[in-house]
């Protein structure tokens, strides 16, 4: 038994989970168009093999990663290519080079790559971590690193401990939740296809402790193997955010910026990764599709939809029986980290967890008032910041200030901004900090 360790900071936030979480998996279709940026994971964007009117197949790859530090992009259906064409990402907040592909409705996956065993004992390691980058596989938490990079690590960084992060700590979003419930089996194939890729002998899975059918699930689907274990975490916001998740299980603290979990002997992956790992191995399937919450007391029936990568949310939104009331806010992602979007044609991405409908009356607009130094914000941190200096740093333009008080550690998880009395858009402020120290030292390395 797992001993949850002390960690600091966090919010009790009512996690509206009910929504979707006894919605089964399912398959909303295929839109009549598909966007795929060629950028929407960390590092390097892929670049593009394909032409306009070129016919794919689903599962053939459509860019090709560029660098190391990059992920393959593959058609999630089979279709023509209609255009190469910048368009808006709603991530990064630009217009961003992207192929656009018109499905043609047969769905053949005779471009898939072809399934390399069912049992793992018959793959060697390497193998797997060329699998990983084959199919385009990136971290699908959040973050969409790319998982073959994460699968090696240094050999000056020994790794000791693999955490599977199955607390899903965000409000309203229940992906995970269902496939741990429905794919236990294949969420844990997948766990150990990456502990034998990265030569890990100890593995735990990570599950907050107001998800017990799927803590049944797993703690069935684990009981055969030797080497994973069960950490069941107290339900606090953002207790699943990679660094609270290790200092919780594990008690160890990871660096601040440039730090990693490598740097404390530990790997870090999202259960949907692992799923679609086993997608990978089992099926030939590469990253094409992602499972996405489509909830909110804004919508109609929530669900959770197996949807191919590039789905505009406006085509789950409608599968989901459409608004329920007047809407106000459509976020990407949950209330706490996701980003609202200005219009409904965007795509899903790599890293589209969910897609959260607010009714009018539950968005309230509230005058911003002068910070009454109270401290909420700085209990709250989980990364031990003063979010309310670093805050009012970065509203003035003092940028060297906001660095020197670590705005760069910041996680944005948003739990300081959650329990402002005065409403004030700390994380907002915090985001324009690092995005200017961000900038300039690019500047300087460019020099």
Known sequence: MITIKKVSGGVSVPDKKHLSEDSPIEFPGIPQELVLFVSQHTGAPSRPVVKPKDAVKRGQIIAEPQGAISAALHAPTSGIIKSIEPRFHPVQGRMVDAIIMQPDGLHDDSGALAPIASNLDEIAPERLRETARQMGLVGLGGAAFPTDVKLSPPKDKPIDTYLLNGAECEPYLTADYRLMVEEPEKVVFGFRAFMKASGVR?????????????????????????????????????????????????????????????????????????????????????LVERIVSVTGEGIKKPSNFRTLIGTPISFLIEKAGGYNGTPRKVIMGGPMMGMAVKELEVPVLKGTSGVLVLRKEQVTEEPILPCVRCGKCVDACPMRLQPLWIAAYS??????????????????????????????????????????????RRAQRSQ
């Open 395 to 440: 509203e003035r333009g003092l940028i060297d200030q906001a660095e020197n008080a670590r705005a760069m550690d910041c996680c944005e998880c948003g739990a300081c901004a959650f329990v402002c009395p005065a409403k004030r858009p700390l994380v907002q402020w915090i985001k324009m900090a690092k995005s200017s120290i961000s900038a300039r």
């Open 202 to 286: 100890r593995g735990i899975v990570c599950i907050e402790d107001n998800k017990p059918k799927a803590i049944e699930a797993v703690k069935r689907a684990i009981e055969p193997f030797d080497g994973i274990e069960l950490a069941v975490l107290t339900s606090r916001y953002p207790r699943g955010g990679e660094k609270q998740l290790i200092q919780a299980v594990l008690g160890r603290e990871v660096p601040p910026p440039p730090g990693l979990p490598l740097d404390v002997g530990v790997i870090v992956s999202n259960v949907g990764t692992a799923y679609a790992m086993a997608e990978g191995i089992l099926e030939g399937l590469p």
